[in-house]
Structure formats: C-alpha cells, structure tokens
C-alpha cells in the first residue's frame, strides 16, 4: 500500500488513476508520493517516507530539488503535457499585442442609440492595429512551448528567431527548418519586434532579462513572458514601459509593481488552464509517479536519470547515490559475499546523481534486511528501496515497497 497526497486542483482523471487496493489518498502526513501543481514545497518540511513527487506540469521551481535529490527523492514533471495550452495563449496575446481587440470590444460596450452603428465607423480609426505577418519573432527557449510557438508564429507569416543552447536533440527534430536559429540573445534582443521568453526558471537563468538586456531591446518592441515572473527583471520592465521603450509586457505572473502601468499585461497564471492540458497533466503525473513507486523505474525524472528495466524478479533493489566511483562495485561486493546472484542490474547517472536498480531470485527476509542495511552504509547512498511486485498485468509489473 502506498499514501499519496496531492496539492492543488488536480483534474479526477489522474488521481483516478491510483486504485483503491494499493493507494490511499490524503490520509497522512507522511506520504510516499506527493502530487501537485504550484504548490510552493520551499522551506517545508519533507516527510520522512517521501520516496517520489510529481509535478502536474513543467516547471519544477517549487519544489527543492538539491534537498530533494540529497535525500533520493525522485522529482518528476509532465513534459509537453501543457506545451499546447500555453502556446495558444502566446499566440493569442501576440494577436492581443497587435490589435488592441479588448479596447475596441471594451468601447463598443458603450455605444448607445440608433447612431451607434455610425459612431463605430467615425470612431474605429482609434483601434488600428498592426499585422504579425512580416514582423519578427525572438523566441528564447525551444523546448515543448517554444518550438510550437516558434512553429506557428512561422505559419502566421511572422520571421521566426530561436535562440537555445541547450537544445535537445529530440526538440530539433519538431522545429520547422524556416525557424532561424541565433547564436546569442543579444541577437534576439536587438533585433526582434516580439520576444517570447520559454525557459525553466533555475538559479541560472534568474533575472536573465535584466536590466542590460531590456536597454538592448529595439524600441517599441514587445515583450512575452509565460514561463515564469523571476525571469525577468520587473523594476527594469516598468522603466522601460515608462519610458516608452518598451511597447508591452505581456505576461502570465502576477506582480504589484506592474499593475495599473500603461503597456503591461498581466494575467493570472493561465498558461496551462484548459481543460485539456489539467487532464494531461494530472494523468502524466499519476502515471509516472505509479510506474515508479511501483516499479522502481524512472521516467520524466528532472533530478535523477532515466532509469527502465523490465521487472521480473521477486526482489528488485532501487538505489539512489551520490555519482561518485565504485559504488556499483560495491554493492554487487555486498551481494556476493552473501552468495546471491544479480539476475539484472541497471545504472545511470545524470549530473551528480546516480540510480541503480538491481534484481535478485528470492531470498529470505533477514539476509534482505542485511543486504539492505550495509547498502545503506555505503558512502554517497541517498535512498534505498526494496520492491516486490505484487501482480504482473501486460507486462507491466505492480510493486509494494519492503521494510527492511
Ligand atoms: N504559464 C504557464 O502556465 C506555464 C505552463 C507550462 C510551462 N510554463 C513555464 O515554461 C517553461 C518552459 O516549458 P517547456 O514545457 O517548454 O519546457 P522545456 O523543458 O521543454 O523547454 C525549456 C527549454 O529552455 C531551454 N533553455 C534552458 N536554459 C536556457 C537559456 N539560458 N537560454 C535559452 N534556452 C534555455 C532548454 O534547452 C529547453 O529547450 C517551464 O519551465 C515553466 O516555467 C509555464
Ligand atoms: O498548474 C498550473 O496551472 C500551471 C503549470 C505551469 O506553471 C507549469 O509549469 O507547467
């Protein structure tokens, strides 16, 4: 049986998800799993039994990833699950940032009278807009969000510019060869008309639009931020918004120093508010979270590798260590001195972190308990779990935890 405890509106179909014979849901403070959204976990206490959580998104930064990490705590989000939620609300206030649409509508609500019909056209010239169609587009951050972005501001006739180091492979192949990659931000800064930000927020890209970068944006443009407000240096958006450097800020984070300033935007937090995307969410999350309180295995982690090893022994290892030498050495040393044979084992790092999953044929519960126990001593190991499966449906195989 594990407990799981969810923060956050979390859509039905993924908490539905957790069968009532092996989970139970909100019924302790000491749960195996955690299920949110943006709940903020900064600053709490973890609980103790806390093997896995499951962000119901993309963005992780609400959650402590080195405690979480030196703890073996596997973190995991929803790649992809909200990209195309959030891509056609940029695409909307893009359209927003051209046409002032609301002003119009907003003015209409006031027409009165028999003349109204005459009004609108004498006065219509007030709501002319501009065209995206030849503009120029800086996308910076090609990951889920911005490829679809960057994809279909393509098709809308707008010149599109990507600017991401670190693109993964996988990403490239889903962006459209007419998208033009840049080699710098300050490419994208001085020379776009619209600029959409898509990136993690991690103490690395705090503030990377700071006040030097907003100085270099062409006059007039417009900025996009739907990723998250620390991005972005609010003091210098509102100077520049002032000043009329800056266009429009147009942005998905709520902050007091914008509201009430002419040119910024701002809505409350609805990138990923569809219906669609809070299913997809919810069910991705449930499901990785299962698989791997099931299993072991790891899939859509952000702080420890992808780990999957079909589960067909009785007995399965699932180690969590520091990513330093000789520990996988180590522990089939442990093993062996116990006269027991791996039937698989399994090792990855990413980063400074490794996971190892080991199984084993049956053996009895206190030489398991041994085994556990001197793993556990060994330098650099975070987390150790022993797993059973409990049954095997499709060849997907069902774990409970041990204590051992
Ligand atoms: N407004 C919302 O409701 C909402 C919804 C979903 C996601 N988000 C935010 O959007 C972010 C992006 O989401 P995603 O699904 O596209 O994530 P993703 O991981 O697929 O893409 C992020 C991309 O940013 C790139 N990147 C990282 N550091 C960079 C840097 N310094 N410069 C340029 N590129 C950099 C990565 O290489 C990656 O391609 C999330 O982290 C989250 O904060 C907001
Ligand atoms: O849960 C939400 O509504 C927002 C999710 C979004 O911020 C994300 O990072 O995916």
């Not at 979480?68 to 989000?77: D, T």
């Not at 090609?142 to 990403?171: C, F, H, K, Q, W």
């Amino acid at each position: 049986m594990f407990n799981i405890n969810s923060y956050n509106e979390i859509a039905a179909e993924g908490l539905e998800l957790f069968e009532k014979e092996q989970y139970a849901l909100d019924v302790t403070d000491d749960p195996d799993g955690i299920l949110l959204r943006s709940a903020d976990l900064h600053g709490t206490v973890l609980p103790l039994q806390l093997k896995g959580i499951a962000r119901a998104g993309a963005g992780t930064n609400n959650i402590p990833l080195k405690e979480c990490s030196e703890r073996g705590i596997v973190v995991f989000n929803t790649p992809g699950a909200n990209a195309n939620a959030v891509k056609e609300l940029v695409l909307a206030s893009l359209l927003l940032a051209a046409r002032p649409i609301l002003e119009g509508a907003m003015w209409a609500k006031t027409l009165k009278g028999p003349d109204a019909v005459q009004k609108a056209e004498a006065e219509k010239k007030r709501f002319v807009g501009s065209e995206l169609a030849g503009k120029r587009l800086g996308v910076i951050g090609l990951g889920s969000i911005g490829a679809m972005v960057a994809n279909d501001a393509y098709r809308l006739g707008m010149e599109v510019r990507g600017y991401d180091p670190y693109l993964s492979v996988d990403t490239a192949w889903k962006i459209s060869r007419h998208v033009i990659r840049v080699e710098s931000i300050e490419e994208v800064l001085e020379t776009c008309d619209y600029i959409t930000v898509h990136v993690p927020l991690m103490p690395e890209t705090a503030k990377m639009i700071d006040a030097e970068s907003i100085q270099r944006i062409k006059k007039n443009a417009v900025l996009l931020n739907f990723s998250r407000g620390g991005l972005v240096d609010i003091e210098a958006v509102v100077e520049a918004l002032e000043e009329r450097r800056l266009a429009q800020y147009m942005t998905d984070f709520v902050d007091e120093r914008l509201l009430g300033i002419e040119g910024a935007v701002v809505l409350p937090h609805l990138g990923a508010a569809t219906a669609e995307a809070e299913t997809n969410c919810s069910v991705m999350a449930a499901e990785t979270l299962k698989y791997f309180l099931e299993t072991g295995n790891i899939r859509h982690s952000v702080n420890f590798p992808h780990v999957e090893m079909a589960f067909r022994s009785p007995i399965r290892l699932a180690i969590a260590n520091r990513n330093v030498t000789n520990r996988i050495g180590q522990m089939s040393a442990i093993l062996a001195e116990q006269g027991i044979n791996i039937v698989n084992i399994l090792n990855r790092s990413k980063g400074d972190y490794a996971y190892t999953l080991i199984d084993i044929d049956e053996i009895d519960a206190d030489q398991l308990g041994h085994i556990a126990n001197k793993v556990r001593q060994l330098e650099g190991i975070l987390s150790v779990r022993v797993i059973r499966p409990l049954n095997r449906k499709e060849g997907i195989a069902h774990g409970s935890d041990q204590s051992v």
